[in-house]
């Protein structure tokens, strides 16, 4: 049987898109839903998948780049947009709307926009670009990150057909800022507090992972969040429990001190 996951290709596209509602799904995160026609032809089929955020400067209207066949290019003389990945939450085709959760960690042009975002605000997003599909018939999925992978643990969780089995860890900051996940499949989710511990690469997951029996079986692992975390996760999957590398997705989602940090994803 063939289990490889498969990618696919989507028409890249710029959006310009508006706040149509802001509320708290915990205390640090931030659900924020975009709206307008620009959405039609919008797909994220991949709960890995997303979107390129372009945040304007404090004060300033949005700058909409333009898609020519060298990349972007930027109004000259205005000041560049920031860019951030996030991860399409919730779509609704028929209401043409996109959730987006936002991590409020304090920090940056994509938490500090977020923080500030009201109803009526402009913003512009690109893509998503591509997506992984994985099958939905491995025995069992391994799913663990931090609260910046919670929007693709979520969608993942909740996509996951009734036949499915999935062991998830999460790291939060702490008890309030776990999430309802609900599930047809068979799930298991072990939260991780920080309570307190900085995030980043500070030995939550490793060591929980590190410590948990699993299943038999073909399992395909997805982790995502602070990037030495990641690499940890996978370095362990790989040497220490004969985990497949390419039935595991480990991204690199930020870096701890880094701005914009880029990891292949
Ligand atoms: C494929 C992909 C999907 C993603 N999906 C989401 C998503 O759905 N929701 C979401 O919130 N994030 C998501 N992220 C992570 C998000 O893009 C980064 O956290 C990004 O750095 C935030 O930008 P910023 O402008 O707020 O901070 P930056 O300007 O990039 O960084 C400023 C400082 O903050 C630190 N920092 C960045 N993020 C965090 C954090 N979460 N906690 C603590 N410190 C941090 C950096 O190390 C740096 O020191 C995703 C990333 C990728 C690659």
Known sequence: ????????RHETRLRILEVV??????????RITLGGDDLEGFASPGHGDHIKVFFPQAGEDIIVPVLGPEGLAFPAGAP?????DYTPRYHDPRRRTLDVDFVLHGDGPASTWAAQARVGQKIVIGGPRGSLIVPDDFDWYLLAGDETALPAIGRRLEELPSTARAIAFIEVAGKDEEQVIRSSASVDIHWLHRDG???GNNGLLLDAIKAAEFPDGDCYAFIAGESSMSKAVRAHLVSERSFKDEWIKAAGYWLRGVADAHEPH
């Open 1 to 8: 049987m063939n289990k490889s996951p498969q990618r696919i």
């Open 21 to 30: 509602s802001v509320r708290p799904v915990t205390p640090l995160m931030l």
């Open 197 to 199: 511990q900085q995030p």
């Open 80 to 84: 560049r947009p920031e860019m951030r």
